[in-house]
């Protein structure tokens, strides 16, 4: 054999010496490939179960919770249902009180008419007293009392719609309220009085409150069947003095002030928690303890309450002193009002008159804004123009007294 068949022959084993290793490396690449398809597989079941599985649980968790908050939902419309019926029901039950008496007094009037002559005249005369006493030309009344809500101003207002007699001239209402959602059903006393319509007071913002009203006739003692509950809420901050102040302690509510401290000369001024008191409401200052009164004492309203000052008697503020007098950006008006002594009431009513255009003369008169004020105390008031530096919407409120003893609520 030559020498070139043996190096051939070399060439060919080393080949296929070469082509099985090539072989067995590329065959456990495939298998390392199939393992790993395996693993991605398993793992792609693993997640698919763990997938449903999660989804499963959390589909189960949601219909729990809209079946709790279905049933919720269903127990506060049967709520609602209930106290709506009720005073249908009140009504109903008056109406069938009044049939069954009918009822009865028919059956006795005929038997009387039926009996013999030896009984018939106590019978009639039983008969008699007995139609007197139901007082048969006198209807029940049954109301339908209608409530409207006014949210903005807190005010309650109610219209009649009576059922039976249209001349009937309520003499007496009683308006009733309590917090919405409380979990009790226990309602208060609003007002009882003649007026159709009342402020409520001490009520908490973006809170839902029931009101209901009935009413009583000239001469009766027992109350109509309560009106069907409506719903109302306020949108307005409670007014709240600012905690902090030296010199004064507040109320829990903060909307009641008492001058505790005068051993210094000052007389500072305790202003409102914020700038609560808008244009068109009536803001109300409660005197329920009095002390010795000093010039420098001071009720009323201000466009800002960052002024170092020892009274309300400044520039961009109306005040009353306790004494009568009336300051309007610092100065006193010729006109007075009644000392302010425990008990009295101060009431300030503001509205916007117009916008002045800016001009030399504006500044001159100390602002370009004008709100026209109507401040009364006691059985009097006064109405002035006031001008203030610039435009606003709310303004603040504050009192100063020199003297401890004071206690002033604001509503």
């Known amino acids: 054999m030559s020498v070139e068949v043996d ?59 809209l079946a709790e908050r279905l049933s919720t939902l269903l127990a506060e419309v049967d709520a609602i249902e209930a106290d709506s019926v009720r005073p249908l029901d009140d009504c109903q039950s008056l ?8 009822d009865e007094l028919l059956r006795e009037g005929e038997a009387a008419l039926r009996c013999g002559l030896g009984e018939k005249e106590d019978k009639l005369g039983s008969f008699t007293k007995k139609a ?5 030309d006198s209807y029940p009344h049954i109301f339908l009392l209608v409530l409207c809500v006014f949210q903005f101003t807190r005010e309650t207002r109610w219209r009649i719609g009576s059922l039976v007699d249209e001349d009937f001239a309520a003499a007496e209402y009683r308006l009733q309220h309590r917090r919405s959602g409380s979990g009790g059903s226990h309602y208060e006393d609003s007002y009882i009085g003649r007026d159709c319509e009342f402020l409520v007071l001490h009520l908490d913002p973006h809170a839902e409150y029931l009101f209901r009203v009935c009413a009583r006739g000239e001469g009766r003692t ?16 409670a007014h709240e003095w600012r905690p902090g102040t030296e010199g004064y302690i507040l109320s829990s509510r903060r909307n009641i002030a008492l001058r505790s401290d005068a051993s210094q000369s000052r007389c500072p001024v305790l202003y409102s928690n914020a700038a609560t008191y808008f244009c068109g409401q009536t803001l109300t200052f409660k005197i329920s303890a009095a002390s010795q009164m000093d010039p420098r004492d001071s009720l009323g309203v201000c466009v ?57 003369n504006n500044l001159s008169e100390g602002g370009n804004f004008k709100l026209r004020v109507t401040l009364g105390s006691g059985n009097r008031e006064v109405v002035f123009d006031w001008l203030v530096d610039q435009a606003v919407d709310c303004l603040f409120f504050g009192c100063s007294f020199a003297h401890s003893g004071w206690k002033v609520l604001v509503f």
């Open 95 to 102: 109406i069938e009180h009044g049939v069954g008496q009918a």
């Open 304 to 360: 800002d309450s960052e002024r170092e000052a020892e009274s309300l008697q400044r520039d961009q503020a109306v005040c009353i002193s306790t004494n009568g007098a009336v300051f309007v950006n610092g100065k006193e008006m010729t006109n007075q009002l009644p000392a302010i002594t425990l008990g009295s009431v101060v009431t300030f009513d503001m509205e916007v008159v117009n916008l002045f255009p800016i001009s030399n």
């Open 7 to 65: 190096v051939l022959l070399q060439e060919a084993k080393e080949s296929i010496e070469a082509a099985q290793n090539y072989r067995s490396e590329l065959q456990q690449r495939l298998h390392g490939l199939n393992q790993a398809r395996k693993q991605v597989r398993g793992s792609s079941s693993q997640a698919r179960e763990n997938l449903r599985r999660h989804f499963a649980e959390l589909q189960a968790a949601a219909t729990r919770l």
């Open 222 to 237: 027992e109350w109509s069947p309560w009106s069907i509950p409506q719903t109302g809420y306020t949108t307005l901050a």
């Open 132 to 136: 007197m006493h139901i007082q048969l």
